[in-house]
């Protein structure tokens, strides 16, 4: 079964705007961190946010921020006041903690690729 | 900022040889994994490595794949019968702990061409 999922596989956005993008999980482990990379097109993944399923905070990192809903099982990505250099893959990605056979590894869904237009 | 570091950035091989793609993980890490990515698809586990033995692989790492650490800062992940479909980018990262940490640091990727 999909462990995270990601529906858009595609977005335009306009330079300036805001963009969502939407990730859900499953787990039944108690703990459990979710990330989001971002992807350019020259292939490093990039770091940008983190939210624990205990934080009570949505996290935030500059124009990032993390929409945590845990009864929902969704953590989606905002970024606001897009710019032309956000034009990326977006990729979720969830770390269980506690489940006996997982050491940490992180589990992906398939991305969402985002073009900023001018 | 610490950073994993991966060599070579690309790499092309021809069907059947052997690759060794290297990884210098983060220094007081204890924590180390390779990730794969096909070409447009997403990013796929391979194998995590802690206190110098395996602790976890996916069903991706068969008998062609093996990992090491052979001298303490280097961690190599080694294919020794490449085929076309192992033509992927190849990540590998590191932690400091098993199920915390607030980031996991991904090297910059080694993408292998098979031809």
């Known amino acids: 079964a999909q462990k995270i999922t990601q529906t858009q596989p595609g977005m335009f956005v306009q330079e300036k705007e805001a963009v969502t993008l939407d990730c859900t999980y499953d787990?039944?482990?108690?703990?459990?961190?979710l990330f989001w990379y971002k992807q350019p097109s020259s292939g490093e993944m990039i770091f940008l946010i983190y939210q624990g399923s205990y934080d009570e905070q949505n996290a935030t990192e500059g124009r990032y921020s993390l929409n945590f809903q845990k009864a929902r099982k969704s953590a989606n990505l905002v970024i606001s006041a897009s710019q032309l250099g956000d034009s990326a893959m977006y990729f979720c990605?969830?770390?269980?903690?506690?489940?006996?056979?997982?050491?940490?590894?992180?589990?992906f869904g398939a991305g969402t690729q985002v073009v900023v237009t001018p | 900022e610490p950073e994993v570091t991966q060599t070579p950035s690309h790499q092309v091989t021809q069907m059947g040889q052997e690759v060794i793609l290297r990884c210098v993980p983060i220094s007081n890490h204890l924590y180390f994994y390779w990730y794969r990515q096909i070409l447009g698809q997403k990013v796929e586990f391979l194998v995590s490595?802690?206190?110098?033995?395996?602790?976890?692989k996916s069903e991706i790492f068969d008998d062609q794949f093996s990992v090491e650490r052979p001298d303490g800062s280097n961690f190599t992940l080694k294919i020794r019968s490449t085929k076309l479909e192992d033509s992927a980018m190849y990540f590998c990262a590191s932690t400091p702990l098993r199920g915390g940490g607030t980031e996991a640091f991904f090297g910059q990727g080694t993408r292998l061409t098979v031809v």
């Open positions: 490595f802690y206190n110098n033995e395996i602790s976890e």
């Open positions: 787990t039944s482990d108690q703990s459990y961190g």
């Open positions: 990605a969830m770390r269980e903690v506690f489940v006996t056979d997982s050491w940490g590894k992180l589990q």
